[in-house]
Nanobody
């Protein structure tokens, strides 16, 4: 079992930066690929970024990879999403999720692959 708690969301002006964090409880954090997803008002949930259990492999949504960076600290059971040059269209609830992958470097982008989800943190970008 993995429990996930996001933090760090808030209100930021367009062009600004924000880092959201996700703290995980449970064992063997490195056996989980970690992903970030977001849901904007009136839109479907979308993939943002994900990283392998060791952090050596990363995937990003094509439209976001120039501005967003995912990282993880397995010693702290945490994963982060650094967001730069934020735009009003980045306004959304940001969710972290965990997928059990064992020792593989598999990095899923399909939300259906993730078995554990946090409650989300609101990010609002003002124009």
């Amino acid at each position: 079992q993995v429990q996930l708690v996001e933090s760090g969301g808030g209100l930021v002006q367009a062009g600004g930066s924000l880092r959201v964090s996700c703290a995980a409880s449970g064992r063997a954090f490195s056996a989980y690929a970690m992903g970030w997803f977001r849901r904007a008002p009136g839109k479907e949930r979308e993939f943002v970024a994900a990283t392998s259990g060791t952090g050596g492999v990363e995937h990003y949504a094509d439209s976001l990879k120039s501005r967003f960076t995912i990282s993880r600290d397995n010693a702290k059971n945490a994963v982060y999403l650094q967001m730069n040059s934020l735009k009003p269209e980045d306004t959304a609830i940001y969710y972290c999720a965990a997928a059990a992958v064992g020792s593989s470097n598999y990095v899923p982008m399909n939300p259906m692959t993730y078995g554990y989800w946090g409650q989300g943190t609101q990010v609002t970008v003002s124009s």
